[in-house]
């Protein structure tokens, strides 16, 4: 069975420049999470989605992250000016929970490593 | 809302010496109750997890965790530790109603020292 798989794995940007991450998720997996994990803290979640409608967003800088889930696979995740505090892992998971009870196992991508200079 | 505290941030430890690594939660609502474990230059991966029953779990490679619902704890224990345990720990918490978010710890990094 084929894991998470984001792209690209590492990115060094300016500051005020834009950054987009993509994930795709294990087939069939109805849930699908971004976190952003920086350097020596846990991971924090930005936004999660099931199928292709926002569950939580409450935790996304909305000035400057956008994500979307179109027909509920794929994901991409953007920022767009990127500042220095956002350096960190972007992190993708998914989960096979249908009916979002939140019991399931998070599955997660090996991450996408920002730096923002 | 919940969070998760994790209240060690590095716990050396010695080869086939136990280890407690501990996981405190608050929440308003029950909760699920999880265990990952991020090796080296690795992606995050469950250990183990509780959802309801008996409140003592346990993954396939020794380690342990026991739900006290009372002191809202999920400590993790393994009673011998080998040099392959070395890696970050991660105590998450999900609501079990009304979104279902999944919120981590700070994570406690274990290193096993031959």
């Known amino acids: 069975e084929a894991g998470v798989a984001q792209s690209p794995r590492y990115k060094i940007i300016e500051k005020r420049q834009s950054v987009a991450f993509w994930c795709n998720p294990i087939?069939?997996?109805?849930?699908l999470y971004w976190y952003q994990q920086i350097l020596g803290q846990g991971p924090k979640l930005l936004i999660q989605?099931?199928?292709?409608?926002?569950?939580?967003d409450s935790q996304l800088p909305k000035d400057r992250f956008s994500a979307e889930r179109l027909k509920g696979v794929d994901s991409t995740l953007k920022i767009q000016p990127a500042k220095l505090e956002d350096s960190a892992v972007y992190l993708c998971?998914?989960?096979?929970?249908?009916?979002?009870?939140?019991?399931?196992?998070?599955?997660f991508g090996e991450g996408s490593r920002l730096t923002v200079l | 809302a919940q969070s998760v505290t994790q209240l060690d941030s590095q716990v050396p430890v010695f080869e086939e010496a136990p280890v407690e690594l501990r996981c405190n939660y608050s929440s308003s609502v029950s909760v699920y109750l999880f265990w990952y474990v991020q090796y080296p230059n690795q992606g995050l991966q469950l250990l183990l997890k509780y959802l309801s029953g008996s409140t003592l779990v346990k993954s396939i490679n020794g380690f342990e965790a026991e739900f006290n619902k009372s002191q809202t704890s999920f400590h993790l224990r393994k009673p011998s530790v080998h040099i392959s345990d070395t890696a970050e720990y991660f105590c998450?918490?999900?609501?079990?109603?009304?979104?279902?978010?999944?919120?981590f710890g700070a994570g406690t990094r274990l290193f096993v020292k031959a």
């Open positions: 087939s069939g997996h109805a849930t």
């Open positions: 998450a918490v999900t609501r079990n109603t009304g979104g279902f978010k999944t919120i």
């Open positions: 989605f099931q199928n292709n409608g926002v569950v939580d």
């Open positions: 998971a998914s989960s096979l929970s249908q009916q979002g009870d939140g019991s399931g196992e998070l599955f």
